[in-house]
């Protein structure tokens, strides 16, 4: 069935960077915009950028913006998202979500498991 | 910027009908979407434009929006209904998804 797979998680220091991916399958992955949502623990959920399924356009959260990038490579199925300048408060499961439209912002129709990013001296 | 509330939780007996709100400025001039998470799982969508349903959701799940608030109603809840819920908006004025904070479903 149609999926999404993160991965790139781990342990990383403050002030260190890390890229995240994720890969897509079994749909057609340049037809829709895409997400990253995270969510430190024990917490809810919190939207941290989005791209368009050509990549023309990319909205960030107010927390992340300047720090965090997020980029897709349609050939590979694969989203990504780099983030640098890694602070505490970046702490938590990091999910990649489907959009269920191409260009506008609209439900989250698939979630991949989540991968748990960790930023600790 | 935009902001959602929701009430930190919610409980009900089974059998009965959970309604679970989301309050916004004017979110009635928006469409709402609802999530529905387990723990240790991701996020599944369980309604969409304020009240459609992505197919295997089960009609017991419905949505409605109006005014300042949008409400998820879950009839005849069963065991398998307690989880987080999550409501969500597009917000253009600031170019920013916004989610609400959560509620948590017990089911007694």
């Known amino acids: 069935q149609v999926q999404l797979v993160e991965s790139g998680g781990g342990v990383v220091q403050p002030g260190g960077s890390l890229r995240l991916s994720c890969a897509a399958s079994r749909f057609t992955f340049r037809n829709y915009g895409m997400h990253w949502v995270r969510q430190a623990p024990g917490k809810g959920l919190e939207w941290v950028a989005f791209t368009r399924y050509d990549g023309s356009n990319k909205y960030y959260a107010d927390s992340v913006k300047g720090r965090f990038t997020i980029s897709r490579d349609n050939s590979k199925n694969t989203l990504y998202l780099q983030m640098n300048s890694l602070r505490a408060e970046d702490t938590a499961v990091y999910y990649c979500a489907k959009d269920s439209t191409r260009g506008t912002i609209d439900a989250f129709d698939i979630w991949g498991q989540g991968t748990m990013l960790t930023v600790s001296s | 910027s935009y902001v959602l509330t929701q009430p930190p939780s919610v409980s009900v007996a089974p059998g009965k009908t959970a309604r679970i709100t989301c309050g916004g400025n004017n979110i009635g001039s928006k469409s709402v979407h609802w999530y529905q998470q387990k723990p240790g799982q991701a996020p599944v969508l369980v309604i969409y434009?304020?009240?459609d349903r992505p197919s295997g959701i089960p009609e017991r799940f419905s949505g409605s929006n109006s005014g300042n608030t949008a409400t998820l109603t879950i009839s005849r809840v069963e065991a398998g209904d307690e989880a987080d819920y999550y409501c969500q908006v597009w917000d253009s004025g600031s170019d920013h998804v916004v989610f609400g904070g959560g509620t948590k479903l017990t089911v007694l």
């Open positions: 434009n304020d009240g």
